[in-house]
Each structure stands twice: as structure tokens, then as C-alpha cells.
């Protein structure tokens, strides 16, 4: 059933080998998984599908050995996870010298002679999966079912609202008790009992009303309202007074439709005076007529909160507190594997720590999840303790991330696209207010310092101002840089065709004027949206399908939070979704801008680079023409781990 | 002489006075240990990170891992693509004495930089591996990796032996040694041009211009470099395939020159 079943080491020697039924060479999908799995921080679960295979594999830090099976996509075999267990442990008993020798000459050296003991496990395991027999279905003796008696089953229609109705009638008749002895209690503030109106109210019962009147008067004055009380009320109300409908219109009174209290509206001396409490109507009687108040800071909650929270946590340090003493001496002496629990609390902190400095939160559990997949049962060197290396586990795992996978030299490129005779086409993309034309301002001020010149396609026909904008840019890179200084040729020129006309057809017509004036680059504007926005997805997508662009830059600030996640997954999305090609042109990298307002809250540029895999070509720090930076990965996750 | 002494008495009495007589030697004895123990650590240190390791560098799939395998034990494995490095002591074969550690240092992009930084202090000879068959189509990634590996701080400073290994010269499409120079030198050239023209890096980091490789004004030539620079051509496969053996004599007599 297995496709086949290797074992190598984290070196990339293969040390064992087992080719199932009719299984292509393993080295293709294997690959594959160690690129886009461990390699990028997503090991939080053990399985990976490529083409028609699924994967799934272990690690075995404490030896760097990895195990990987794959088998058919369209089977679910459940005896996997245990097969794999299993040889885990049997391959590392039985080659255990093997590994303890000097590194990689035993693995080397080694025959690793592990076939009769695979296929007894693979026997096992699958045997194991069949033996479960078919639950048999229970017969009517062993049922609960069969243990009733016959007279509790048999429901009459009459009883059971009658009962409900008594169970209402006592609790009615309890609040009015309770309502009663608060009455007394209150009989302080004045007579409460409302004038019962004798003359509109014929439908309404006389209890009714005092009650209802019981209840307004009540709700006015206490804080906690009796809620429950309303309850019985409508049913009460249902059960007795079936009000006769008065459908005539030419009949209806509009006395009779007039529901309301006349004690409460109109007549001012039977408006009870006491209801009207000025302390509590104006709050502080101390505070200056006219003022307005600032919004008061409530610290001594919030520190009262933290002492709450810190006391349940100080009881479970104190328990460990001996067994701690002794592990840490031990962990310090002797040679410690790692095991989930010492981690977990270490990785707790580690996560909020990512998520204080604004790292997505799915983002941040996923890659603390794969930081602890590749520390399991590794075994710490002398003098280090648990906290050290999971901290430097993650910071190479940051670092890893934040490299880029393919080559970022942009004008290495377009020179390559110089002597092609083609222009470079750059597009940007984002949502709304996130940067892209002041950018692209910056870059196309860098393009120009490096002798090529810029063509500047106006594609937002949406936004007011817009192509005003990149024409007042425009002019003042002119300005800096004449045509004088580069032999007669303008540096920049904007292509515009005004406002309401299709983006992507200005596109096309501004790369194609670019080939015949022999301009380098076309940067292309296009207008901000919403990731949700189907519509304006659909056209950014049409865009960027048509004109097939060099480069698709996404534009993102690094003031985005969680966010980030959802933007980029929906744009790519988008993009996949409307193309017609094979390979679709997804986003091909990311500007991250409003750099210069964070000052080490820097997760959004892990944010992004996880989810994308794709990477940060350029840094906006500012809104000059000079503020255009490249990434320095140390740089952003030191700044990351700085407590 | 006397005088000398005749200077010190007075203090030695004084000293003698100051502490019990056997204090002063327990004293200066625990004085010499420590000296001693510091002198003979500061020997034992010097000797161990002398730079006796020579690195595989290269991109994915060029062949490191296999070349490493063939080298120390002459047999074929098949590999994978490697996650962390390995090191092993290999022996030069003409030369019994001397030894060098052969460390093998995985490819990928997201790795290759930080190994590099681990390793590179105590390199004392670098081999870059090269797919000869898929140069053409890789010939800037190459590049930019060389590029890299040129202008680091610690490899101009120390100016370890650099070998371009052109490997998987089996297969029949492979480039010559002489065309890989050849376009490596063209591609470098371009590169020292919009490597120093990039945007600057974030922190203003203290590499503020990276670097200038070779001479400026002229091409870029490998010779203008300060360590020494060799092209072989290698097959770590072998042309009869995995039985037979790997054709490397040029790497071999290399790697006993360097050693």
C-alpha cells in the first residue's frame, strides 16, 4: 500500500530505502517537503501533499534523522502514524552506535540493513488496522429502551400546560411577594402606588395593570433588573386575556387605541415628584456647570487585574520550585533531551512575545509549533538551558523565513530587459491608502539615479487626485533630474488617460508606447481595494493576466496586524483564480511601507514573507524621494527578540 | 647587584613582616598555576580554531552532498536535500600527516548565508560546486552566491583558497571550465554595479558600501581577486555511473595542495 518509505539524515544522506508497488523514484516528492515544509517554519502538522502523494514524516532531532512515507493520496490509511513510530524507535535502537560514532563517517560507513525488520512492522501495522472487527449492533434486551416502564411513555396532551401554568402562577406570585417587602422597604421615598385607571382599560384585568405598574415603577428605580419577572408575564398575559379584535376601521376609537398612562403624559401634578432624583439624574453635584471632563484613566483596575492574574501563576512556580532546582543542575551538568513540557511554557512566552511585536497570531502559533517539532527530543549541550535554545532555534527560524527563496536585484533585471529591447513592467498592487504611489514615486527616483528611464502609467482612474498626484511627482523628478544630465532624454514621463477609463487597457497601451519610445521601465499604478471587493479583485486580476507584468509588487504597511494574513491569501487568490494560464502570475514580492512609524514592532514583515514565501524587496522608511531601503533580516529579528 | 638587593631587603621585611612565611609562597605558587594554566589554554586555543576545515559551498542540487560521500569513502549514496551541515575528517591520500575537516554546507536559499556565517572563520579553502548541465539557466543565482561569498568581510581578510568545481561533467550538455569562467567573469562584472547601487540596507548597517570586487575600471577578472582561484572540472557520479568511481584527480591534487 506504501509508495515508499525513507530515511535520511538532516545532512541529505539517504540512509535507508524502501520502494513499495510501483513507486517512482522518492527523491522528487521528498524534496519537495523538506523545501516547502521545514524549510519554511510550516512543520506544525505532520503531513504534506504533492501531486498525487501524500507525505507525512518525523524528525528525529536528537539524532538529525528524518523519516518520510508516502502513499496514495485518494487512500486514508490510519496504521501510518503508528508504522512511523515504530521504525522511529526500532531504526534508532538498532543503529544507535552507528549515530554516537563520529557523526557523519558512521552514517557514512554504515549499512544500514533494515529491510526484514520494516516489512515485519509494515506487517504488524497493517494487521493491526484490520483486525478491529464490525461493531455488532445491540440487541433490544441490552437497550436502555426496554427498561422503561410503559406508563411513563405515554404522554397525554392535557396535563402538561396546565402544569406550566401553576409552576408560572407561583413564581408570579412569588415576585410579588418579594416586590412586596422591597415596597415596604422603600416606603421611605413616597407613596408608589400609581392611580389604577378606572375608566380606558377595560380589556386589561386589574392585576394586570397593577402589576404592570408594579414592574415600570420597579425597573425605574432598581439597577438589577428582575428580568424574570417580565417572563411570566406574557404567557400570564396569553393564557386570560384574549383581547377581541377590532378590525372596523371606521369603528375604532382612538380612545380605545390609546394605550398610554394619561398619569405619566399630560397632566404634570400626577407625575410623582419622587421619581425625578436630581443626585442621581446629574451624577456629581460637585463638578462645574459647563465643563467637560477628561476621559479618566482607570490604572488601579488594570493593576488590580494583573495581581489576579499573577497569584494563580506564583502557586504552580513555588510546586516546582524543588523538582526545578535539581532538573536545572541536572540540565546544566549532564546531557538533557528536550521534551514538549519544558518547552511549552517557554514557547507560550515566546509566542506573545511575537504577537506583542506584531506578528499574526495564526502566524506566530504556527511557527512556534514548528520550532517545537524541531527541538523535540534534542539533546542540549552543557551550560545551556531550555529558554537559550528554544530562543535561538526561533531566531534561526526568523532569520530563515526572512531570507529571500530567489534572487531580489531588480536592476539586474532590467538590464536584462535593456538588451532585449523590452521595457521591465513593475505593477503594484494593495488596499487602499497603504503607500503604492508614493512608492512608486521612490523607486522610479532610484531608477533614475541608476541612468534608466522610468515610464509612469496612471491605472488608478478611481481616485480622486490621483493622476494629479503622479503628474506633481512627476514634474519634480524632472526637475531633479533634466534631460540635460542624461543626454536629451526625459528620465520620466507619465501616462495618464484621465479618470472612468478601463486600468487594464491603459496598461497595455502604456507598455506598448513604452517599446516604441525605448523607455526601460513602466511602472504601473493601479488603484487601492479591499481584498473583499469580488468586483475590483476580478479587474485587478484581468489586469495583471493581460499585460503579464515582470514583476507584481504587493504593497503593505507594517502598521498591519492580523490583517496582513487575509489580504495577501485573498489578493493571491484572486490572481490564481481569474488567470487562464497554467502557472498563474501570482504576487512576485513585497514593499513594505510606513516602516519609520513602528519602532520594533517589526512582525509584520514575518507576517508577510511566511504567508507569501515570497520576498520583501523594498522598505519604505519615509515620504521623501531618499527613503527607499532593502531588507536587513538580522537586523529586523534582532529587533523581533529584543525584550 | 648587592645594591639591588640591598634595596629590596627592606621591602621583603616588610612583606615577610606583613604576612605569615608560609602565605607568601602558597601565594606566588597559585600565582605561577594560573599562569601557567592561562598560558596553556591560550596554546590549546590557538591550535584548535587554526583554520583547518575546507567548505563545500554551492546552490541546490550541484552536488555537495554527493561529492562529500565520494571523497571521504569513495562509495555512491543517494541524497537529499540537506538541512544542516556535516563535517567529517578527511585524510589527504598521498600526504598521510595532514588531515582536513570537509564540511558540507546545505545549498538552499534560506540556509546558505547563515552557515556560511558559522563556518566561514575557520575556513582555510573553499570549494564552490557548480552544475555544470543547468548552468546556463542558473547562471545569475551562481553568480549572486559567489558574489556573496567574495565580498564577506572574513573571506577577504583571509583569502582562503577558492576551487570552482564544475561537477556533473558525465552528462554530455555540461559546460566546459572554460565557458563557466568565462561567463561568470561577464556576470560578476554586472553585479558589482547594481549590488553597490542597491538601496541601502535598513540599519545603515556598517558594510555601508559593500565591498569593491577586482579592480575598478577594468572587467572583472578572477585573477583580480586576492586569494587564489582554480577551475576543475569533476563528475562525482562517475561516467560509469554508481558503481564505478568518481572522476576527480583535479579535486584530489587540489585538496592535497591546500592542505
Redesign the interface.
Known amino acids: 500500500m506504501l509508495d515508499f518509505f525513507?530515511i535520511?539524515?538532516?545532512?541529505?544522506?539517504?540512509l535507508w530505502?524502501f520502494q513499495g508497488v510501483r513507486g517512482p523514484a522518492a527523491?522528487a516528492p521528498?524534496?519537495a517537503l523538506?523545501?516547502s515544509v521545514?524549510?519554511?517554519e510550516r512543520g506544525g502538522n505532520n503531513s504534506f501533499t504533492h501531486e498525487a502523494l501524500t507525505l507525512k514524516y518525523k524528525l528525529d532531532n536528537q539524532f538529525?534523522l528524518?523519516f518520510v512515507v508516502g502513499f496514495q493520496k485518494i487512500l486514508t490509511l490510519t496504521y501510518v502514524d503508528k508504522l512511523i513510530d515504530d521504525v522511529h524507535k526500532e531504526f534508532r535502537d538498532k543503529y544507535r552506535n552507528e549515530f554516537q560514532q563520529?557523526?557523519?563517517?558512521g552514517?557514512?560507513?554504515g549499512t544500514f540493513d533494515f529491510k526484514d525488520d520494516f516489512m515485519r512492522l509494515l506487517r504488524d501495522a497493517e494487521e493491526s488496522s484490520k483486525v478491529r472487527a464490525p461493531t455488532v449492533m445491540k440487541t433490544f434486551e441490552q437497550s436502555l429502551k426496554s427498561q422503561k416502564t410503559v406508563k411513563c411513555m405515554i404522554e397525554t396532551r392535557g396535563e402538561k400546560p396546565k402544569e406550566k401554568v401553576k409552576t408560572k402562577k407561583n413564581k408570579g406570585s412569588k415576585k410579588e411577594g418579594a416586590e412586596a417587602v422591597t415596597a415596604s422597604g422603600k416606603a421611605s421615598v413616597g407613596e408608589k402606588q400609581q392611580p389604577s385607571p378606572a375608566g380606558d382599560r377595560e380589556e386589561l384585568t386589574k392585576d394586570e395593570i397593577l402589576q404592570k405598574n408594579r414592574e415600570e415603577f420597579f425597573r425605574r428605580h432598581m439597577k438589577a433588573g428582575e428580568k424574570s419577572s417580565k417572563s411570566p408575564k406574557p404567557e400570564v398575559q396569553k393564557e386570560k386575556g384574549k383581547k377581541p379584535r377590532v378590525w372596523d376601521l371606521g369603528n375604532s376609537n382612538a380612545k380605545v387605541l390609546d394605550y398610554s398612562n394619561p398619569a405619566t403624559n399630560g397632566s404634570a401634578e400626577a407625575c410623582p415628584a419622587e421619581e425625578f432624583d436630581p443626585d442621581r439624574a446629574l451624577g456629581d453635584r460637585n463638578r462645574e456647570p459647563g465643563r467637560l471632563y477628561d476621559l479618566e484613566y482607570e490604572s488601579e483596575d488594570e493593576a488590580e487585574e494583573e495581581k489576579v492574574l499573577q497569584n494563580p501563576s506564583k502557586p504552580s512556580v513555588k510546586k516546582g520550585g524543588l523538582g526545578g532546582m535539581f532538573g536545572m543542575l541536572k540540565g546544566l551538568v549532564g546531557s538533557k533531551s528536550l521534551t514538549r513540557e519544558d518547552m511549552d511554557p517557554v514557547l507560550e512566552k515566546m509566542k506573545d512575545h511575537l504577537i506583542a511585536k506584531n506578528v499574526a497570531a495564526e502566524i506566530a502559533v504556527q511557527l512556534c509549533e514548528s520550532v517545537a517539532k524541531k527541538l523535540e527530543g534534542k539533546v542540549m549541550g552543557t551550560f545551556t538551558t531550555v529558554t537559550s535554545t528554544v530562543k535561538q532555534a526561533l531566531q534561526?527560524a526568523l532569520?530563515?523565513?526572512l531570507?529571500?527563496?530567489?534572487?531580489v536585484?531588480v536592476?539586474?533585471d532590467v538590464?536584462d530587459a535593456q538588451r532585449h529591447r523590452r521595457p521591465y513592467v513593475v505593477t503594484f498592487c494593495g488596499v487602499n491608502g497603504v503607500g503604492k504611489s508614493t512608492n512608486l514615486a521612490k523607486i522610479s527616483f532610484?531608477l533614475i539615479?541608476?541612468g534608466f528611464s522610468v515610464l509612469i502609467a496612471a491605472c488608478d482612474t478611481f481616485r480622486a487626485g490621483a493622476v494629479e498626484q503622479l503628474r506633481t511627482h512627476t514634474r519634480r523628478l524632472n526637475a531633479l533630474h533634466p534631460p540635460e544630465s542624461h543626454g536629451g532624454r526625459t528620465m520620466v514621463q507619465l501616462y495618464e488617460k484621465g479618470y472612468g477609463k478601463d486600468a487594464a487597457g491603459i496598461a497595455m497601451e502604456a507598455i506598448s508606447y513604452a517599446r516604441n519610445q525605448g523607455f526601460d521601465v513602466v511602472l504601473v499604478d493601479t488603484a487601492g481595494r479591499m481584498q473583499d471587493n469580488a468586483p475590483l479583485m476580478t479587474a485587478l486580476a484581468k489586469l495583471i493576466a493581460v499585460n503579464a507584468p515582470d514583476l507584481v509588487l504587493f504593497v503593505g504597511e507594517a502598521l498591519v496586524g492580523n490583517e496582513a494574513v487575509d489580504q495577501l491569501v485573498k489578493f493571491n487568490k484572486a490572481l490564481a483564480d481569474h488567470s487562464m494560464a497554467q502557472t498563474p502570475r501570482l504576487i512576485d514580492g513585497i514593499v513594505l511601507t510606513k516602516?519609520d512609524t513602528i519602532d520594533d514592532k517589526v512582525g509584520a514583515a514575518i507576517s508577510m514573507t511566511y504567508i507569501t514565501s515570497k520576498p520583501i524587496v523594498?522598505?519604505g522608511?519615509g515620504q521623501t524621494y531618499c527613503d527607499?531601503?532593502?531588507?536587513?533580516a538580522k537586523?529586523?529579528v534582532a529587533a523581533l527578540m529584543k525584550a | 647587584m648587592a645594591g639591588m638587593a640591598g634595596r629590596l631587603e627592606p621591602h621583603l621585611q616588610a612583606l615577610r613582616r606583613e604576612l605569615p612565611g608560609p602565605a607568601v609562597l602558597s601565594v606566588l605558587l597559585a600565582l605561577l598555576v594560573v599562569a601557567v594554566t592561562i598560558l596553556i589554554w591560550r596554546a590549546v586555543q590557538g591550535r584548535r580554531s587554526s583554520r583547518r576545515a575546507v567548505l563545500l559551498l554551492g546552490l541546490c542540487d550541484a552536488g555537495k552532498t554527493l561529492l562529500f560521500a565520494r571523497l571521504l569513502t569513495g562509495k555512491y549514496r543517494d541524497t537529499q536535500t540537506s538541512i544542516t551541515d556535516s563535517s567529517a575528517v578527511y585524510r589527504v591520500s598521498s600526504d598521510k600527516s595532514t588531515n582536513v575537516t570537509l564540511i558540507d554546507l546545505p545549498g538552499h536559499e534560506s540556509l546558505r548565508l547563515q552557515f556560511l556565517e558559522r563556518f566561514k572563520a575557520a575556513a582555510r579553502a573553499i570549494v564552490f560546486v557548480v552544475d555544470s548541465v543547468a548552468f546556463q539557466r542558473e547562471v545569475k543565482d551562481v553568480a549572486e552566491f559567489l558574489y556573496q561569498v567574495l565580498v564577506d568581510g572574513t573571506v577577504l581578510k583571509n583569502a582562503p583558497a577558492l576551487l570552482i568545481a564544475c561537477n556533473k561533467q558525465d552528462v554530455t550538455m555540461a559546460k566546459s571550465a572554460k565557458l563557466i569562467q568565462q561567463q561568470l567573469e561577464k556576470e560578476l562584472n554586472t553585479l558589482r554595479v547594481t549590488r553597490s547601487a542597491a538601496p541601502t540596507s535598513l540599519d545603515g548597517s556598517a558594510t555601508g558600501v559593500p565591498a569593491q570586487l577586482g579592480k575598478k575600471g577594468k572587467d572583472f577578472d578572477f585573477s583580480q581577486l586576492p586569494m587564489k582561484v582554480e577551475f576543475v572540472e569533476c563528475s562525482a557520479r562517475g561516467s560509469k555511473g554508481e558503481e564505478g568511481d568518481a572522476d576527480f584527480e583535479g579535486l584530489e591534487k587540489w585538496l592535497a595542495k591546500v592542505a
Request: overall charge positive; charged content about 20%; hydrophobic content about 45%.
Open positions: 525513507t535520511f539524515s538532516k545532512g541529505g544522506l539517504v530505502c527523491t521528498v524534496n523538506i523545501r521545514l524549510l519554511q538529525e528524518v563520529k557523526g557523519a563517517l552514517l557514512l560507513n534561526e532569520v530563515q523565513i531570507q529571500p527563496q530567489r534572487r536585484d536592476l539586474r538590464m532610484w539615479e541608476n516602516f523594498f522598505v522608511t527607499l531601503r532593502s531588507l536587513n537586523a529586523v
